[in-house]
Each structure stands twice: as structure tokens, then as C-alpha cells.
């Protein structure tokens, strides 16, 4: 199916094991994003990349790695879980702006972890 | 550093009402868009409507439009002839337009927009 997905849809770990949570977009968007949302804080940018081989840290990377190997796949890693990182994780991709599109973010359905 | 601020956490309203819903931004830069990005029950991000700064004329998705106000950094939501179906958290969005292999998005912390019968 095109679109956007997620693995897995939930979650639970045990404070300092290493999760990783998978991104495939169907699209080639040049774009993805990795997003926290925590209540009161909405959504926080944890990192993005530009292109394959591209990321760059956003507004939260502390406890984070990324990689993008391919232009469809973008994993988050986190290598030591902890409790304040449970949280549900959004990816989503886009288009980047110049080509004409707006930058319109296309989401997943989000990740739910839980780090005991 | 661009922040968005939304400081309307929670807000209640009867079906059919029209409401309107604020977002203030800051930036240092000219060009640039704005969004309003929808999540219902179903966590699912959707956008609702894209404002490009450029542009003077207010944008519309039918039943959704916006105030931009560019020198005043104000970017409201306004829902009219609202439906139970637009219970949603809402967020408002910010992209800097400056140059290739910046276009992350920045957001602020949402409104929970209650519909009631």
C-alpha cells in the first residue's frame, strides 16, 4: 500500500535497552522527520534528513540516533531506553518546498513506546 | 530560533457555533509557510490548511479559514458552522522558506477542540 507505516504500532521496553522504531514511505519524498508527542508539549522535532545519506538534529536528538541509508527508510534508535522517553513517536515525510509543493507533512499513525 | 506558541490548551463550543483559534509565532525571517495540522481520536495527522507568508490573501478549505496577520506574527484558526467531526487536537506549524535542506517544521503545543451536541 502507498503511504506512510510504522513498526511496531506499540511498545514496551525496560530502561536501558536499545529500540529501534521503523519508517517506510512509499512516496520517495526527499524528506523525513522523526516527531515526540508529549502532553503538554506537542510535537517535537527529533531529527529529519534531506535526502539519503542527510539528517541533522532538530529541536530533542539527545538519546537518539537516526540513519538513512535509503531514500524510503528512516529508523530511529534509541540506544539506551528511558523512562523519559516514553512517548508516542511520529515519522512522517514531504516534499521539500522548492519543488513546489508547500512542504505538506505526511504522517504515519505513530508509534507508541513505553520504557519501564 | 522560530517558536510557536498556542495559548489555547482546551476549548469547548455547541455544534453549528463558529470558533476561532490562536497561534502567534516568531521568526526573524520574511518567507515562510504556515500550517494547521488536525488530530482526531484516531491520533491521525491531517492537514487542515497551508498559508504561504507572501501571500496577503487570507487562505480557505471550506468550512476553515485563517486571519494571517504578518506583522503581528498571528496565524488564528477559524471554524465556522463547526461539526462533532472536528473534535480534534489542532496544531498550528511553522516552515522557514530560506534555502534547500532546511524544511523542518516546527509546532506548537496544541489545542483540544471540543464539539459538543
Known amino acids: 500500500d502507498a503511504g506512510i507505516t510504522q513498526s511496531p504500532r506499540y511498545k514496551i521496553t525496560e530502561t536501558g535497552r536499545q529500540v529501534t522504531l521503523m519508517c517506510h514511505q512509499t512516496w520517495s519524498h526527499s524528506y523525513m522527520f522523526w516527531y515526540r508527542q508529549d502532553l503538554g508539549h506537542g510535537l517535537r522535532l527529533i531529527y529529519y534528513?534531506?535526502?539519503?545519506?542527510?539528517?541533522d538534529k532538530g529541536e530533542v536528538p539527545d538519546g537518539y540516533v537516526v540513519s538513512r541509508s535509503k531514500t524510503e527508510n528512516f529508523p530511529l534508535t534509541l540506544e539506551s531506553a528511558t523512562r523519559s522517553q516514553t512517548s508516542v513517536y511520529f515519522c512522517a515525510s514531504s516534499e521539500p518546498r522548492w519543488a513546489g509543493v508547500g512542504g505538506e507533512l505526511f504522517f504515519g499513525e505513530g508509534s507508541r513506546l513505553t520504557v519501564l | 530560533a522560530q517558536t510557536v506558541t498556542q495559548s489555547q490548551p482546551e476549548m469547548s463550543v455547541q455544534e453549528a457555533e463558529t470558533v476561532t483559534l490562536s497561534c502567534t509565532y516568531d521568526t526573524s525571517e520574511n518567507n515562510y509557510y504556515l500550517f494547521w495540522y488536525k488530530q482526531p481520536p484516531s491520533r491521525q495527522m491531517i492537514l487542515v490548511i497551508r498559508q504561504e507568508a507572501y501571500k496577503q490573501q487570507n487562505a480557505t478549505e471550506n468550512r476553515f479559514s485563517v486571519n494571517f496577520q504578518k506583522a503581528a506574527k498571528s496565524f488564528s484558526l477559524k471554524i465556522s458552522d463547526s461539526q462533532l467531526g472536528d473534535t480534534a487536537m489542532y496544531f498550528c506549524a511553522f516552515m522557514k522558506h530560506v534555502r534547500r535542506g532546511d524544511d523542518k517544521i516546527i509546532f506548537g503545543k496544541g489545542t483540544r477542540l471540543h464539539i459538543l451536541p
Open positions: 534528513s534531506a535526502a539519503a545519506d542527510i539528517t
